[in-house]
Each structure stands twice: as C-alpha cells, then as structure tokens.
C-alpha cells in the first residue's frame, strides 16, 4: 500500500475512473445504446492491448474482446457491483485471453511473462551514467510537448499510442491497466496474478521506454 | 545524497507517490540542486500525461454494430 511520503498527490484513485460507476452500469440496465456503444470503443484499445498480453495475434485479441463484451450483456443482470464496472470487465476480459492462450498452448504464467518482459532490460537509463552514477548524457529539453504537435508527419500523441503498441506484452498490459485506465495498483496485481514489486518494476520500464521514444522524436 | 542513476530509477514511483517519507526526502533533495534528474522527471510526468492521453475509440464500426445489436436483445430499454 502506498505511503502518503512525498504529500504532494493523492494515492492512486479507486479502480472505474469514469464509470464510478453506478451511472454508466444504471445506463447500461436501462437499456442506453448510446451509452454502451461509448463504453465499448472507448475500452477498445485498453482491452486490445491487454488481450494481447496473452494471446498471439491482433485478430484473436479482436475475438476475445468481442467474447468479452457479450459475456458482460450475460452477466450485467446479475452483476454485484462489489467490485467497479471496470474491473469487472477486465477480469473477464483477462479471463477469456488466458483460457484462450492456453487452447493456442500459450503459456500464461506470470514467470511467462518475466520473459516477454525482455527480463534483462536495465531499469535506469541505459549507458547515460558516468561510472559513479551521475549523467554523462543528461537529457536534452523537450520544446511543446502537446498531444497535437506535429513531428515525423503524425501528431505527438499518435507516436505514442504506437509506442504503447510497441511494448513487449506485460509492460504493455499494466501501463495500459494503470495509466490509461487508472486501475488500482492492487487491482492490477489481483487480476493480473502479479506481486506489487513485479507491477512496480514493469511500469517503470513502460514508462522509461514510452519517455525515450518521446525523446528520441524531440530530437529531431 | 542519492546518484543520478538512482534517481530515474524511483522516478515513477517518486510520480506515483510510492516512495517512504525518507526516501521521497533524499529524492527531493537531490532534485534541488540537480537539474539534469529535474529534467529527467519532468520529461516523465509529461510522458505519463501522454500516456494518460492516448485513449480513443478505436473499435471498427462493424463490430461496434454487432455489439450494439447483442445489446438492444438482451437490454431492452426500460423507458419508451
């Protein structure tokens, strides 16, 4: 659990975000198309990428997404609402791309994913250091980093949807759980099957890689 | 006081306030006087607020009118 240490923001917010959730679900059960179909293209990407952690192609994470969706209209009546909707979705979701990989003989395991991680990759920065520890190459300046900049002909946001695209399977899936849907680090981590320090180390590869592709693109 | 290299190795969690009070202090203090590992931090705030950004829908509209039509079969609306 998070220590309050630094005091300067919150602890991580609740797993749902935005379907906190008993308004989107009310909508759902009063039969509010519109409602539905903005839930399931907003997830869309978010589940995709999860999917994929587990299964080995884009067209079968399109599958089990899809299962995923009509498996949530089967359950929505009985839906407890014990945990948020948003969770609930992804257990079902990270249920279904499992038992998927497991008829493909994928092996699902968290040791599995160790090893897509890429496991070797340094944590810190590679070769930027001197040999005690401080920069040799510091960081250059990032000029406008907005999501709408234009570098390389696409915007600066598009760079990095691809980025996250690019990230080996599990550091996709939990920069995707934690950033993107702000899921609860404890939330990850149960439906995940994954230890805190496991969750800990991958995000901060995820992130370090998304932020050097970011730089990489800034020095142009 | 902490190296450089120590330093973007906590950066996410100095971001995500997962560092003890003692350990957010050294982090703290050696941003104060290093602006390279300022930067550095900087660089991954913003980069985690692109990454918060980069949700949009991308679902083919095919498969978003098969879904739709799952829906309005098993979720009638309650209101006419």
Known sequence: ?220 | MLKCREITEMANQYLDDDLDLWRGLQVRMHLTVCKHCRRFIEQMRATVDLIRRSRSDAMPDESKDKLAEAFRRRCKPTNS
């Not at chain 1, 003989?105 to 520890?133: I, M, N, Q």
């Not at chain 1, 234009?150 to 934690?178: C, E, K, N, W």
Request: glycine share 8%.
């Open chain 1, 1 to 220: 659990m998070p220590e309050m240490g630094n005091g300067r923001r919150p602890t991580h917010p609740p797993s749902g975000g935005f379907l906190t959730e008993s308004s989107a679900y009310q909508r759902l059960r009063e039969g509010d198309e519109r409602e539905f179909r903005r839930l399931v293209g907003e997830l869309h990407r978010s589940m995709i990428g999860v999917a994929r952690g587990f299964v080995g192609s884009h067209a079968t994470a399109e599958e089990v997404v899809q299962e995923t969706w009509l498996a949530v209209l089967e359950g929505l009546e009985n839906f407890e609402q014990r945990s948020s909707l948003k969770n609930w979705i992804f257990a079902i979701l990270i249920n279904k791309a499992r038992t998927r990989a497991r008829r493909e003989s994928r092996v699902s395991t968290f040791s599995d994913w160790e090893s897509l991680d890429g496991g070797d990759e340094p944590v810190a920065e590679p070769g930027r250091f001197d040999a005690k520890g401080y920069w040799a190459t510091p960081p250059v300046p990032w000029d406008e980093v907005t999501p709408e900049r234009i570098i390389a002909g696409q915007q600066l946001l598009t760079h990095v949807v691809q980025a996250i695209d690019a990230l080996p399977p599990a550091q996709r899936s939990i920069v995707i759980m934690h950033d993107v849907e702000e899921m609860s680090p404890e939330d990850i981590c149960g439906l995940l099957g994954i230890s805190e320090a496991n969750r800990r180390v991958l995000l901060h590869r995820a992130r370090a890689r998304i932020r050097r592709a970011v730089e990489a693109l800034m020095r142009r």
